[in-house]
């Protein structure tokens, strides 16, 4: 079965890290750009961050640049968000999802269940 | 930083036509997509390219993209096509979602 599920969600404290994962299955993860994407409660969604199928390219949102970093192992078919110097405006679902296509013009096909993210002291 | 622009909420009956914009600079020179999201659930790609449809969606969704807007079309509308939607674009690889728009089926 093709799917993506997150993990890692909970709640913490503003500064503090957290790291998010995404185990895909069902497919090649290999082959696939990975990206993350959130939802703060309530608002739209916003797009956080991309890594290249093979890791070798990386984008982030400016929101997140410098305090965030996407990784992802391919030999465990898991994608990974690190997230540092968490501010209470992090507090969203995050999601992943395959970007499928090329490279510069994904869409997002497939994506996980979400994974909630609270910062809150 | 690029921005897309949609209209905050869109009404319209049962079997009618639903059009919801979205606009942005030179939007036309880039693929626009679109995810449909209903509450409690993860989007799901509705149109990608402009104007092409992922396996499984119903062939009243239907988009088009030209200068500097793009258009997502809902032809014959039923009551399960309420939701959120959202239009996306990238821009030099960065993701950039539209503000999204509610559609009501009254």
């Known amino acids: 079965q093709v799917r993506l599920v997150e993990s890692g969600g909970g709640v913490v404290q503003p500064g503090r890290s957290l790291r998010l994962s995404c185990a895909a299955s069902?497919?090649?993860?290999?082959?696939?750009?990975m990206h993350w994407v959130r939802q703060a409660p309530g608002k739209g969604l916003e797009w956080v961050a991309v890594?290249?199928?093979?890791?070798?390219?990386?984008y982030y949102a400016d929101s997140v640049k410098g305090r965030f970093t996407i990784s992802r192992d391919n030999s465990k078919n898991t994608l990974y968000l690190q997230m540092n110097s968490l501010r209470a405006e992090d507090t969203a679902v995050y999601y992943c999802?395959?970007?499928?296509?090329?490279?510069?013009?994904?869409?997002?096909?497939?994506w996980g269940q979400g994974s909630l993210v609270t910062v809150s002291s | 930083s690029y921005e897309l622009t949609q209209p905050p909420s869109v009404s319209v009956s049962p079997g009618q036509t639903a059009s919801i914009t979205c606009s942005g600079d030179?939007?036309?020179?880039?693929?626009a997509c679109w995810y449909q999201q209903k509450p409690g659930q993860s989007p799901v790609l509705v149109i990608y390219?402009?104007?092409k449809r992922p396996s499984g969606i119903p062939g009243r969704f239907s988009g088009s993209n030209s200068g500097n807007t793009a258009t997502l079309t809902i032809s014959g509308t039923q009551a399960m096509d309420e939701a959120d939607y959202y239009c996306?674009?990238?821009?030099?690889?960065?993701?950039?979602f539209g503000t999204g728009t509610k559609v009501t089926v009254l």
């Open positions: 030179k939007l036309g020179d880039k693929y």
């Open positions: 069902g497919f090649t993860f290999s082959s696939y750009a």
């Open positions: 999802a395959r970007g499928d296509g090329s490279s510069g013009y994904w869409y997002l096909v497939l």
């Open positions: 390219q402009d104007n």
């Open positions: 890594i290249w199928y093979d890791g070798s390219d990386k």
């Open positions: 996306q674009a990238w821009d030099s690889s960065i993701g950039v």
